[in-house]
């Protein structure tokens, strides 16, 4: 059942009104160019006997704006499509603005106007990029500030929670942008419990009375295919309700990067391998990527290390740096660096806090109003600061900027099996756990999100992160 745009929160956004917001903003691109060329003259002068009025471009503007309504129609920028990049709708619109400027020259050169300035076709390309692109970047920023409000944003029952219908909820949960809320699963599995914040529900004969419990909006069935007719009675109590509903293909629990084609002469021969592995070149594109940006940070880092070190030593007794042992990539230990943000000998005093809190069998033990911190301790570690000297980390090859957050040996004693998967990679100073809640997010949740990272990592997703973190440490936002 497609989307119904008329009814969704976010019609105006896509469709018809989305059109006509970008003819308008066309024309209006194609003027202000007209502006700068003739009126302002800001590149170029134009002497008095090639000046001309607006009018005889007005054909030109109107060929302009058809073609690349057409070209943005091909390339579906007016249909609701979640997931979609703003970097890849600004490559439609400059593919189609350059497209549109070729066939609008080329006419003026059948044509032969009088006067004809190629400069403000330019110009016109590049402000119509821009505009288009700003008005498509503000529309996001937006739509996500109203899902995190809970307006436009679909409730999501997932039915199968194995190893596929864990793939689909770690994509609705480290991707928020695409506007899913999860509100449970239904498994028969009953030994399944909670993954993070997102309840068992039930088994899949639960599927009617969970409907009638519960605001659904789409259910998402990861069942396996051999389970056929079952899926068919899931489908056809949704489309009963009128709720939307979705099947996952059993194969779509591998990631592309799980997939390797070989030709057999014309024959493709596709081949799995489940492991999740970082490529070599992979993982020396993110080493050079790590140490380039610590490089380039050092003239604003080493200022704030050396102002938050001597705060420390003036606040309290103990050493600056604390040393404690963690797991990294493999399994393999190493001994992570972080700004004292405690109390000397605070670690004697933590399994009585455990216990007194009863956290003691908690993977992911936290405790707010901790009495062992000291006053810039807790300044230090609402704002991250006390993670700094991981930088350390990062330079030796411990640690990378961005990844899982690395833990300590008694935490990853406690982890199912599927945990293992995050420590396929180098633990982060930052991750999507960091940039989707910090602490506020669970144990499971965050497992989730760090497998996701590892299935879908590229340069890009690790800038987006870094991008993404600066805000949450300025607010203060899940730190404690």
């Known amino acids: 059942m497609p989307i119904n745009e008329q009814k969704h929160p976010f019609a105006a956004f896509s469709g018809w009104r989305l059109l006509l917001t970008d003819a308008l903003l066309i024309w209006v691109s194609f003027f202000v160019s007209y502006v700068l060329r003739y009126t302002l003259q800001l590149f170029d002068p134009v002497d008095e006997a090639n000046s001309a009025p607006f009018t005889p471009y007005l054909p030109y503007a109107t060929i302009y704006m058809l073609w690349l309504l057409m070209a943005n129609q091909g390339a579906r920028l007016y249909k609701m499509q979640r997931g979609r990049s703003w970097a890849s709708e600004l490559f439609a619109i400059g593919n189609g603005a350059t497209n549109a400027a070729i066939v609008v020259m080329a006419l003026s050169f059948l044509l032969r106007p009088l006067v004809f300035s190629r400069l403000l076709v330019i110009q016109a390309v590049v402000l119509t990029i821009f505009l288009l692109g700003l008005w498509r970047f503000i529309s996001r920023v937006v739509k996500m500030r109203l899902r995190k409000r809970g307006i436009g944003v679909e409730r999501v029952l997932i039915v199968g929670a194995d190893e596929l219908g864990r793939h689909v909820l770690r994509t609705v949960v480290a991707r928020p942008d695409l506007g899913y809320l999860p509100i449970g699963f239904l498994d028969d599995d009953p030994t399944t419990h909670d993954l993070g914040r997102v309840p068992s529900l039930g088994t899949s004969s639960d599927l009617s009375a969970t409907l009638d419990q519960q605001h659904v909006d789409l259910v998402i069935v990861t069942l396996p295919w051999e389970q056929h007719r079952q899926i068919v009675e899931i489908v056809e109590e949704c489309e009963k309700r009128h709720i939307q509903v ?161 833990q300590v040996r008694r935490e990853v004693e406690l982890y199912e099996a599927w945990h293992y998967q995050r420590l396929k990679v180098q633990p982060g100073m930052t991750g999507l756990w960091q940039i989707n809640g910090r602490s506020d997010v669970p144990f499971d949740e965050m497992v989730l999100m760090d497998i996701y990272y590892i299935e879908n990592w590229s340069l890009a997703l690790d800038l987006q992160i870094l991008l993404q973190t600066a805000p949450r440490v300025i607010f203060r936002v899940g730190a404690y």
């Open 246 to 406: 979705r099947t996952v293909p059993d194969l779509l629990q591998l990631n592309l990067s799980q997939v390797r084609v070989e030709m057999l002469g014309s024959i493709p021969l596709m081949g799995l391998h489940r492991d999740l592995e970082f490529h070599p070149a992979n993982r020396i594109m993110k080493r050079a990527f790590d140490i380039t940006l610590v490089i380039l940070s050092l003239p604003v880092s080493l200022p704030i290390l050396s102002l938050i070190a001597l705060a420390i030593r003036i606040d309290s007794s103990g050493p600056i740096l604390f040393g404690q042992e963690r797991i990294g990539l493999n399994g393999k230990p190493f001994k992570i660096y972080k700004f004292r943000s405690m109390i000397k000998d605070a670690e004697q005093e933590w399994e009585k806090l455990l216990r007194q809190t009863n956290q003691i069998d908690n993977p992911r033990p936290k405790i707010e109003n901790d009495p062992r911190i000291t006053r810039v301790g807790r300044f230090i570690r609402e704002t991250s600061l006390d993670e700094l000297p991981n930088l350390l980390n990062v330079l030796k090859g411990d640690m990378s900027l961005i990844g899982p957050r690395p």
